[in-house]
């Protein structure tokens, strides 16, 4: 009991000294530092920001890196590694590796970077706590999560969709059986002019022989948004094929925590030792490219998120994470801090992160304009 009113004591003071808005002009400022920022997205996700405490969650994770060794200060002396740092159940997708196989997995690491790793796992659990309609107990789904990361600690692998998780397919089925939507969503992209080099290099992505129809930019994601993202359109053997160019930032990781460094971690974690990675995705010029298709892309759960979490689907990105960890080399170091663990410490960090996230979302809530 002690434990948690000391918990429920920092907490109050990090969000007392802190406020959201202040925090959140500070890291708009530095990000027009990085990148040329789109401001009629940034209005949009400033809007976005105010339907739900889940969405506010995915589009801040620069205040999260800020607050999150504060608010769970029993997290601190973990053994870092290389983590995916914005880890939520709405940052999973699934692409071709070289092999063509259909593969699963975490797939946006713009906030990757090194940090104590219970940081994804809480982030993740307090997503699931966020997620509307939600029918899982939190003990039930923290449960889950970890369970999953131990057996990737154990045997960690990547998710191939056609071989071991067919289950899985009515998940990630939807654009790939029923296109109309991701197609209609991408004929309403508006024409753009992208900067020559990022021109050139979404050109030389394509396919030799492919014919450029159009470039265009979009508003996606949740946190980026704000950041130029170009497509180029092209046809090629009858069909239509896309390439993407995402600006690519520091981690807010290191921005929260005072770094000068401009390094991205992003193709350390997209190619690390147990992922099948995508062929078309690299870093170039402050951009990622990657091929977009719709059996490549991000798998949205839709306004209903909480509904379609499984304890089997949590499992799976615990199982995730933990291959994605274990890139660094740190097994026998993770496990020996897990299991130094209270029972219970997963659902009690998560619910202090949970609430934390409240907090600012009621403040941002409470703005008038």
Known sequence: MHQMDDLDAVWGLAVMTSSFRDSNTKYEKWLRTQCSVIEGDLDLKHKRMKK???????????????????????????????????????????????????????NDFDEGATMPYPLDLVRLAASVRLSPELRLPHHTAADAILTGYGEGLVKPKPTLLTERETWMQPYVSRTVDSPHKFWNEVAGACDAEPPRQVRRNLAASLPPGAKIARFASWAKG?????????????????????????????????????SKSKA??????????????????????????????????????????????????????????????????????????????????????????????????????????
């Open 52 to 106: 739900s405490a889940f969405i506010f969650l995915r589009a801040t994770y620069f205040r999260w890196a800020k607050l999150i060794t504060s608010t769970c200060p029993e997290l601190r002396g973990a053994p870092e590694v290389l983590s995916v740092g914005d880890a939520h159940v709405e940052n999973f997708g699934t692409w071709r590796d070289a092999e063509g196989r259909l593969v699963w997995g975490v």
């Open 222 to 258: 949740g946190g980026s948004l704000g950041r130029p993202r170009y497509l180029a359109i092209a046809e090629w053997q009858r069909g239509q094929v896309l390439r993407e160019a995402k600006a690519l930032v520091p981690s807010a990781w290191s921005w929260a925590h005072g």
């Open 264 to 369: 991205t971690q992003f193709g350390d974690l997209a190619n690390s030792k147990f992922r099948s990675p995508d062929p078309f995705l690299a870093v170039k010029d402050g951009f990622v490219l990657r091929r977009i298709a719709p059996d490549s892309h991000k798998v949205e759960l839709g306004e209903a998120a909480g509904q379609e979490l499984t304890i089997k689907l949590l499992q799976l990105m615990g199982f995730d994470l933990a291959s994605i960890h274990m890139g660094s080399d740190n097994g026998k170091l993770i496990s020996k801090d897990l299991k130094g663990r209270p029972e219970g410490w997963l659902q009690a960090a998560a619910k202090q992160a949970a609430r934390m996230v409240k907090q600012d979302y009621a403040e941002w809530k409470s703005r008038k304009r």
